[in-house]
């Protein structure tokens, strides 16, 4: 999913093929944080990304949940109001942000 000149519509068909892992806050819930007026998702791609994350936000005994990327696109982000999206892998040297808005 991190190709140089990889196409969008490409990207958004494989992430919605992908399972990714999504961490789960303290009610069970899926984790999120808002910056910039967009409510993020945060989803990642391996443990390995997943546990550097929970670790660097003191979370290192966090739960998640395996989830398919359509599953979030269709359903997660419709269900929160106002402008939100998806993103993949952040703190990584390759993250991708998939924005509600664009995907329409």
Do not use: C, K, N
Request: proline content about 7%; cysteine-free; glycine content about 10%.
């Amino acid at each position: 999913m991190h190709a140089p000149q990889a196409h969008p519509a490409a990207l958004v068909g494989e992430f919605r093929r992908t399972a990714v892992l999504v961490p789960l806050d303290a009610q069970g819930g899926l984790h999120s944080a808002e910056l910039g007026g967009v409510r993020w998702l945060y989803a990642f791609s391996d443990e390995a990304s997943l546990a550097r994350f929970a670790l660097a936000h003191g979370d290192s005994d966090g739960e998640y949940a395996a989830v398919l990327g359509a599953r979030l696109l269709d359903v997660a982000l419709p269900a929160i109001d106002g402008p939100a999206g998806v993103a993949v892998d952040v703190g990584s040297p390759q993250p991708l942000f998939f924005l509600a808005e664009a995907l329409r």
